[in-house]
């Protein structure tokens, strides 16, 4: 096959160059079997839906649409879809192949858990307390000590069904490595993690949000919390546990891999596209 310039929305396809089929003009699609394939929009709107995403600008379905990157909200989440599942990928290679460890001699790791309720459109619809409506998510913040102002850090989230002992401490033992330090509050599912190699430090939120004496607390994590929840909301991440899954392997993406990459976030997701839909040779 060759590229070949021709009329069209691409202006470019791939044309078989063998003598056979010099009459028929075999061709093919430049977007077969990649991202676009399928897709009725030109190269220029996907890459500027690309972009956006990759830079984590507010995905508003109502401000893409009248910018004419696609003309429904269908398009918009199958597109959607497909770039968070480049990036599912791209961390799911990244722990077979590095693992996801947090810790050690300069970092300390903030443990915590949180909520995530069903908000209602206008403030109506059925509020049960059920696991479809209300979803724990534990979220372990790996925080290096020259990086305590202000830098980035490391997260890992993980849906649970319950926030006891028996399915938090195995994520923990998964994720951090024995001798770093942790701070959490005095939630009693974290009582033995000193036993288990850690060293522990537990803030009492009932009296102090530092505590006085080891100067600990648990404010990384809050906002951390703060800043992801909005971002789950706005683009209505947690109506299945599928989808919150997905938005909070997003989150993941963003600090383990976009963010330190040479050229950002929106080279880092180049590069995964490229590698999830390399044609084999």
């Known amino acids: 096959m060759r590229l070949t310039k021709k009329g069209g929305q691409d202006y ?13 003009r075999t061709m093919k699609s430049i977007r077969d079997r990649s991202l676009f394939h ?25 401000d893409m649409m009248q910018d004419e990157i696609a003309a429904s ?14 990036c599912r990928e791209a961390v799911e290679k990244m722990r077979i192949k590095k693992g996801q460890l947090l810790g050690g001699r300069r970092e300390f790791v903030l443990i915590d858990e949180s909520l995530f309720r069903h908000k209602r459109k206008y403030g109506r ?6 696991w479809r409506r209300r979803k724990w998510v534990f979220g372990m913040l790996g925080v290096k000590q020259e990086e305590q102002k202000g830098k980035r850090v490391k997260p890992v989230l993980r849906l649970v069904e319950r926030r006891g002992r028996q399915n938090l401490v195995p994520l923990i033992a998964l994720h951090v490595k024995t001798g770093s330090s942790i701070i959490s509050d005095e939630w009693r599912a974290y009582r033995t993690l000193g036993e288990l190699g850690f060293n522990h430090v537990a803030v009492n939120h009932s009296r102090w949000y530092v505590d006085p004496r080891t100067g ?33 392997c997003l989150v993941e993406w963003m600090e383990w891999l976009g963010r330190r990459h ?18 084999p040779s």
Not at 19 to 24: A, D, I, L, M
Not at 41 to 60: D, K, T, V
Request: proline share 1%.
């Open 262 to 279: 040479k050229g950002g976030p929106l080279g880092m997701l180049l590069h995964d596209i490229a590698k999830t839909y390399q044609v």
């Open 12 to 24: 470019y396809s791939w044309t078989c160059q063998r003598s056979v089929h010099q009459r028929t």
């Open 125 to 130: 619809g059925r509020m049960g307390g059920t």
């Open 216 to 248: 600990a607390h648990t404010q990384h994590i809050e906002r951390a919390w703060r800043s992801i929840k909005e971002q789950v909301w706005r683009q209505r991440g947690n109506r299945t546990e599928r989808l919150l899954s997905d938005h909070l």
């Open 73 to 86: 909200t269908t398009t918009l989440s199958s597109m959607s879809q497909k770039l968070r599942q480049v």
């Open 38 to 62: 399928r897709s009725h929009l030109s190269l220029f709107q996907w890459m500027q839906f690309i972009y956006r995403f990759a830079q984590g600008l507010r995905l508003r379905q109502v």
